[in-house]
């Protein structure tokens, strides 16, 4: 039976993407390690204030303007992406005409169809990663480094939700531009992306559809510039001198009690 979370409850959208997180969990697209990938997700939101930051807009908006520029964009879907953000991923999918591909870490064909049929309720059309032909990325052993032939191994944007640190850094090497979405600055994955939204992907995702709409609208000269002169390692450490101020800010105003 699921929890009845009451709509005046202080932590109610917390908790409800727990729950969110926990059905997914029962229906088998997520994992018990994704249970636990969540909780330190958590801990990293409290300290970012639980909101879209300035320095998490600006990834966002170099990350929309790569997608609009990438000539084989792919989304990476895994169980907790799925389970937070399918309809999200499938409307970024279609704005910004990149391909869906299922790619998980901790790999069962069974997961893989979960998954799969999740992303295809929402209306994805085309579900990549399912495929009985599998590249394998360099680095990487097997099943962790299958991809789809004709998804994330020929792709040269690719966005990856809540990834792994190993295949970001193997998916770099291969020369591909990485955009992570990920609540911990800290994580090999966020310091290894070539764009790190350091902000929850309840957030992102939809902020992200917006931006692909907004920025298509521009023209080609200014959406280039802002790709190119995004700073990943400037806009990471914004994302951690923000959360040292919220911390010394809290043990200011909590000092003496
Ligand atoms: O579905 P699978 O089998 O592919 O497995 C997915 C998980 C997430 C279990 C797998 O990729 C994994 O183990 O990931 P890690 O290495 O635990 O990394 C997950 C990262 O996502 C951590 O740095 C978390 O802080 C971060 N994270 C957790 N929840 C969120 C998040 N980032 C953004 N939004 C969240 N809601």
Redesign the pocket.
């Known amino acids: 039976m699921s929890l009845q979370i009451p709509p005046t409850h202080p932590r109610a959208v917390s908790l409800r993407?727990r729950q969110t997180l926990i059905e997914g969990w029962k229906r088998d697209?997520?994992?018990e390690?994704?249970l636990?990938?969540?909780?330190?997700?958590?801990?990293?939101?409290y300290l970012l204030g639980e909101s879209t930051t300035p320095p998490a807009a600006n990834a966002i908006e170099a990350a929309a303007s790569s997608l609009i520029l990438a000539s084989y964009p792919v989304i990476s879907v895994?169980?907790?992406?799925?389970a937070?953000a399918a309809r999200e991923l499938v409307q970024l999918a279609s704005t910004s005409d990149a391909k869906l591909e299922v790619?998980?870490?901790?790999?069962t064909e069974k997961?893989m169809v979960k998954?799969a049929k999740l992303l295809r309720e929402y209306g994805a059309t085309e579900v990549l990663g399912l495929h009985y032909l599998r590249a394998t990325i360099p680095g990487l052993d097997s099943p962790r480094g299958w991809a789809d032939p004709n998804g994330i191994f020929v792709a040269d944007v690719v966005l990856v939700?809540?990834?792994?640190?190993d295949r970001t850094v193997a998916l770099r090497r291969l020369g591909k531009k990485v955009i992570a979405?990920?609540?911990?600055p800290l994580?090999r994955?966020?310091q290894a992306a070539s764009i790190t939204i350091v902000?929850?992907?309840?957030r992102?995702v939809p902020r992200l559809v917006s931006e692909v709409k907004r920025l298509k609208k521009k023209d080609a000269k200014a959406v280039r510039r802002l790709s190119e002169s995004y700073d990943n390692r400037k806009t990471l450490a914004a994302s951690i001198r923000l959360m040292l101020g919220r911390l010394r800010q809290l043990s200011e105003t909590s000092s003496g009690e």
């Open positions: 993407i697209v997520v994992t390690a994704g636990i990938a969540h909780g330190r997700g958590e801990a990293f939101d895994n169980g907790n992406s799925a937070l790619n998980l870490f901790h790999r997961r998954v939700p809540l990834e792994d640190g979405v990920d609540l911990n994580s994955t966020s902000d929850n992907i309840v992102a």
